[in-house]
C-alpha cells in the first residue's frame, strides 16, 4: 500500500526536552511537507523539502529542526526553544511538476506535560 | 501575501441538501488548488484537484470550480449525507508549498 506514515501517534513531551516526529512515504515523492495546526486554525507551514539533502524554512520554522537524508525519510525535531509546541503535526509530500496532489499522513498529536 | 480564506466557517445542513463551500485566494499566479476533508483528529484526505488550466473537477457527488482570475474556488457537495460531516480545506499550491485556508466545518443532520 502506498502512502505516507506518521509516528508516533501521540506524543508527550516534558519541558526542556527535544522530541523527533518520524514521517516515512513510499510514493517516491520529491517534496516532502511539515505543517503545524492548532485548534480553529488552519495548517501552518514548518519546513518543506524540494530533494534530499536540502531543505527550506516555512512560516513558523523557529524551534524546530528537519533532515532529508533520504528520499522517503523527513523527520521533524522539536527542540525545546519552541516554547510552544502542544500541537496536532502533520506531514505531507508531493510529486514535482504540474499535476502536484499532495497526500497527508495521519498525524502525530504533541503534548508538553 | 499569499492568503487563503473560506467562507462559511461553520455550516449545519440537514441531510439532502446541496451546499456550496467557498475558498478565496489572493494571488492568482496558482499552479493546483486541492480539496481535502478532515475528520476529528485525523491527517487530510485529498477530495479533488484542480490544476490552474482547468475550470472544474468532478468525483461523484463533488464538484470543484475555479476561477483563477477572481481568486475564487468552490466545492459543491450534492444531496448531503451525514458522513459528509467533517471540516473542508482548500489548500493553494504555488509552486513552492501549499498555502491553506482556515477550514469550514460542515455538520450534517440526520
Known amino acids: 500500500d502506498g502512502g505516507i506514515t506518521q509516528s508516533p501517534k501521540y506524543l508527550f513531551r516534558k519541558e526542556g526536552q527535544n522530541v523527533t516526529l518520524s514521517c516515512e512515504q513510499n510514493?517516491?515523492?520529491?517534496?516532502m511537507y511539515w505543517y503545524r495546526q492548532d485548534p480553529g486554525q488552519g495548517l501552518r507551514l514548518i519546513y518543506y523539502s524540494q530533494i534530499v539533502n536540502d531543505f527550506q524554512k516555512g512560516d513558523i520554522a523557529e524551534g524546530y529542526s528537519v533532515s532529508r537524508e533520504k528520499k522517503e525519510s523527513f523527520p521533524l525535531t522539536v527542540t525545546s526553544a519552541q516554547k510552544n509546541p502542544t500541537a496536532f503535526y502533520l506531514c505531507?509530500?508531493?510529486?514535482?511538476?504540474?499535476?502536484?496532489?499532495?497526500?497527508f499522513g495521519q498525524g502525530t498529536r504533541l503534548t508538553v506535560v | 501575501k499569499q492568503e487563503v480564506t473560506q467562507i462559511p466557517a461553520a455550516l449545519s445542513v440537514p441531510e439532502g441538501e446541496n451546499l456550496v463551500l467557498n475558498c478565496s485566494f489572493t494571488?492568482?499566479?496558482?499552479?493546483?488548488l486541492q480539496w481535502f476533508r478532515q475528520d476529528p483528529g485525523k491527517g487530510l484526505t485529498s477530495l479533488l484537484l484542480i490544476q490552474s488550466s482547468q475550470r472544474e473537477q468532478t468525483s461523484g457527488r463533488l464538484n470543484a470550480s475555479l476561477d483563477k482570475s477572481s481568486g475564487r474556488s468552490t466545492l459543491y457537495i450534492a444531496a448531503s449525507q451525514p458522513g459528509d460531516s467533517a471540516t473542508y480545506l482548500c489548500?493553494?499550491?504555488?509552486?513552492?508549498?501549499?498555502?491553506f485556508g482556515p477550514g469550514t466545518r460542515l455538520s450534517v443532520l440526520p
Open positions: 510514493l517516491n515523492h520529491d517534496a
Open positions: 505531507a509530500s508531493s510529486s514535482e511538476g504540474s499535476y502536484t496532489e499532495a497526500f
Open positions: 489548500a493553494v499550491d504555488y509552486g513552492q508549498n501549499f498555502v
Open positions: 494571488d492568482s499566479a496558482i499552479y493546483n
